[in-house]
Structures are given as structure tokens and as C-alpha cells.
């Protein structure tokens, strides 16, 4: 069936007026910036915005675009996913960083273990002999006679 020429015209002032409306940020609840909800918005199928009014859907994906691009969001879901992103981005890397950090402290706490394992073997090893320690290894005192 054929439009008339005021349908074509009230059929547009319909899709620009819902384009407007998304653009501004007036996203219908369940509804999101993207072609399906302008479609339903101006009361018409996806189909026919498709085809008809092509060229109306080429300029609402055009201007979404050029507002993304400038730094305007006009969904507040997609503004928060974008938000949502960027702080999972950065907990991953802080995460990476920590695991980092972990993994060199385990390997120093391991290497101390070791160090203090021998210490104890000599102490051990002192202990069970008769030899004492020499006099300046001994922590405190030095070889200089007391007073």
C-alpha cells in the first residue's frame, strides 16, 4: 500500500522526533539507543526503517556515533557499562599486580626459610659440639675486654 505524501511526512516527523528523544537520553524503559527502539518508538516496524526510512536510521546511527564520539552517552546503561569496563579493567590489573607482588613475596619468604633453616643447623651443630663460637661472631659482643 502507498503512503501519502502527509503519511511519508508525519512517518518522519515521527522517526526524527523519536531519534531526538533517544539522543537526549529519553531511553523508553526496556528499551535501549539502538535501531530497534527508535523503530518502536516512532511506530513502525524495523523492517520498514530499514527500508523505507533507511535513510533516517543511516542519521541516527550517524549522530549516536558522533555523540559517543564527543563523550556524551545518551543511554545511561551504555554510559555505565562503559564505566563498568574501564573499573574491571583496572581491578584486573591491580589483581595481576598483587598476584605479582604475592608470588616474588612467597619466593622471598621461601628463600628466608632456607637462610634461617642453616642458621638453626649451626646453632644446632654448636650446641651438640664443644667448640664455642669465636667471641666476635657472637651478636653484642666484641673482642675488646669489658671494663
Given amino acids: 500500500m502507498a503512503l501519502s505524501p502527509q503519511q511519508r511526512d508525519q512517518i518522519e516527523r515521527r522517526v526524527r522526533a523519536a531519534i531526538d528523544r533517544l539522543l537526549a537520553g529519553q531511553i523508553p524503559l526496556g528499551g ?3 535501531v530497534k527502539t527508535l523503530a518502536r518508538e ?3 516496524s524495523r523492517a520498514s526503517l530499514y527500508r523505507t526510512w ?3 536510521k543511516n542519521e541516527f546511527e550517524k549522530r ?3 555523540a559517543w564520539a564527543a563523550g556524551q552517552q545518551p543511554d545511561p546503561r551504555e554510559a555505565r557499562i562503559a564505566r563498568l569496563r574501564d573499573l574491571n579493567q583496572r581491578i584486573t590489573g591491580k589483581l595481576a599486580r598483587t ?5 616474588q613475596l612467597k619466593e622471598h619468604h621461601q628463600l628466608l626459610l632456607s637462610v634461617l633453616a642453616a642458621k638453626d643447623d649451626e646453632v644446632q651443630r654448636f650446641a651438640a659440639s664443644s667448640v664455642r663460637p669465636p667471641r666476635s661472631r657472637i651478636k653484642g659482643r666484641g673482642t675488646t675486654p669489658r671494663a
Fill in 32 to 34: 535501549a539507543c539502538d
Fill in 42 to 44: 516512532a511506530g513502525i
Fill in 54 to 56: 533507511g535513510h533516517l
Fill in 64 to 66: 549516536r556515533a558522533a
Fill in 99 to 103: 598476584h605479582t607482588e604475592l608470588t
